[in-house]
Structures are given as structure tokens and as C-alpha cells.
Nanobody, 128 residues
Framework: QVQLVESGGGLVQAGGSLRLSCAAS?????????MGWFRQAPGKEREFVAV????????QYTDAVKGRFTISKDNAKNTVNVQMNSLKPDDTAVYYC????????????????????WGQGTQVTVSS
């Protein structure tokens, strides 16, 4: 079993930055776990934001955040982070961390169905 706890959310003005962290416990996720970030705005479905391979060697991003968000993994601390710069009001959502034991090559990381474990989420609000 894996437990995921997100932190770092808050209120920020448009153009500002936030750094979200996801702390994993219960089983070492530094080995073979793909880690993703999703977000869900009010009245919308949960959508893919970014994903990183277990060794940190490969990443994927949704087009809406490319060039602004950076996902990273600290295996020593069992955390996965996302640095969010140049934030926009459209980035307002609850952000969720997710973990998957499926191999990276299996793909389709944009799909919530690929992930086995989820955190409770952290609110990010970007004011205009």
C-alpha cells in the first residue's frame, strides 16, 4: 500500500509561482513507480498535468502547462514535485498526486485509470 500526501497549494496572483510536493509513504516509490500530477477544476473532470518515470529520466506534460511547469522526483526523500511558474487563472484547481506500478512503456499516462494510488489533493487558486 502507498500513501500520498500533497502540500504546497495556496493562493497566488497570475504570473506567480508555486511548488507542489507529494510525499510518499508505505512503500518506497523510488523504485519502479511512475508518478503523476492531475488537476480538477470545479465542474470539470480530472485532467492530466504531468508525469515522471520512476528513475526521473523521462517526463510528459499536457500542452497547457508545457514551458511553465516542471516535474521532478527526489528518490532519496520519496517525493515528487511540480514547480509551477507563470501561473494563470485557468490553472486554478485541486491538484492530485498519483502513483502507478505499471511499467513506463505501457504508456497512456494521461489516463487516470493507469494509476493505482491517489493523494487527497491540494488547492491551487490563481487570481487575476
Amino acid at each position: 500500500q502507498v500513501q500520498l500526501v500533497e502540500s504546497g497549494g495556496g493562493l497566488v496572483q497570475a504570473g506567480g509561482s508555486l511548488r507542489l510536493s507529494c510525499a510518499a509513504s508505505g512503500r518506497t516509490v523510488s523504485y519502479y513507480y511512475t508518478m503523476g500530477w492531475f488537476r480538477q477544476a470545479p465542474g470539470k473532470e480530472r485532467e492530466f498535468v504531468a508525469v515522471i518515470k520512476w528513475d526521473g529520466g523521462q517526463t510528459q506534460y499536457t500542452d497547457a502547462v508545457k514551458g511553465r511547469f516542471t516535474i521532478s522526483k527526489d528518490n532519496a526523500k520519496n517525493t515528487v514535485n511540480v514547480q509551477m511558474n507563470s501561473l494563470k487563472p485557468d490553472d486554478t484547481a485541486v491538484y492530485y498526486c498519483a502513483a502507478s506500478s505499471r511499467p513506463w512503456s505501457s504508456g497512456s499516462w494521461w489516463s487516470t485509470a493507469r494509476y493505482d494510488y491517489w493523494g487527497q489533493g491540494t488547492q491551487v487558486t490563481v487570481s487575476s
